[in-house]
């Protein structure tokens, strides 16, 4: 337990899939993700999931820092290899449903999915994903989740933001969210291996946690205004503008926020 995850107790939670994953806990480090990528280029295996209680430079999408705290906070990464040539299309959107669907076996059944990798309860963020491509065929996923409320975060953090508390009576232990996170992956990307994002699809658009809001989407490039619709099988953003045609949002640097009315 010096790590801080027992991992005794988390094989048991991982059940059938334990063999499919092999856990290292840090007690600092700067960032998960940039340690694992690092990991790849040396040929770690597929399932290697690299978690720490505190990252000194935790970073979301766009270079955003990710706060995180110990015993407040679930940040990790996993590293995984899908067949040569799988479009990657939709992957973090299929993380995200992954997510849910973990949360969901723990009675969290609130979890909405805001467009393209940010885990949303109650309207506020509760965490996001971040997949970035590593060596020799690779991804790594990173992901942070937001368990308690940390006080000392409101100062720093500058959007609403929710924790798994605000939903639960009693929060689960880490170590019982980490494998019904692990558990929802492997059956999830496994999917995705098979067919792509599409049969992922209906489910994402169950979760979509700005459908019918109007939304502001930008770039270097663009700046668009509409109402939020689903995804495509793709896992592109259908924007809905009135008078013009639909508009097709696809992955890469691009901000969506929530117009106020």
Do not use: Y
Request: a negative charge.
């Amino acid at each position: 337990m010096a790590s801080g995850i027992d991992f005794a107790l988390l094989r048991d939670h991982l059940a059938t899939v334990s063999s499919r994953f092999d856990v290292d806990w840090l007690p600092e480090c700067d960032s998960t993700n940039t340690q694992l990528l690092a990991r790849a280029t040396t040929g770690a295996a597929a399932g290697l999931v690299l978690g720490a209680e505190r990252q000194t430079a935790g970073r979301g999408r766009r270079g955003r820092r990710w706060h995180a705290s110990p015993d407040c906070s679930l940040t990790f990464s996993l590293l995984w290899r899908l067949p040569v040539g799988t479009p990657l299309h939709g992957l973090s959107l299929a993380v995200g449903v992954a997510i849910a669907q973990g949360l969901a076996t723990l009675g969290c059944d609130a979890i909405q999915l805001k467009w393209p990798n940010d885990i949303w309860l109650n309207g506020a963020k509760l965490g996001g994903v971040l997949v970035e491509t590593a060596a020799q065929g690779g991804l790594v996923i990173g992901i942070g989740l937001n368990l308690r409320r940390d006080p000392a975060w409101q100062a720093d953090v500058d959007q609403a933001f929710a924790a798994l508390e605000d939903a639960l009576p009693a929060l689960p232990t880490r170590e019982a969210t980490l494998a019904a996170i692990l558990c929802a992956l492997a059956e999830v990307l496994d999917c995705f291996a098979d067919a792509g994002f599409a049969p992922l699809r209906e489910a994402w658009c169950a979760r979509n946690a700005l459908l019918g809001q109007t939304i502001s989407v930008s770039s270097e490039n663009m700046q668009e205004r509409g109402i939020c619709g689903q995804v495509s099988a793709e896992g592109a953003l259908i924007l809905n503008r009135p008078g013009q045609p639909e508009l097709l949002i696809n992955h890469g640097d691009v901000s969506l926020t929530r117009v106020q009315s």
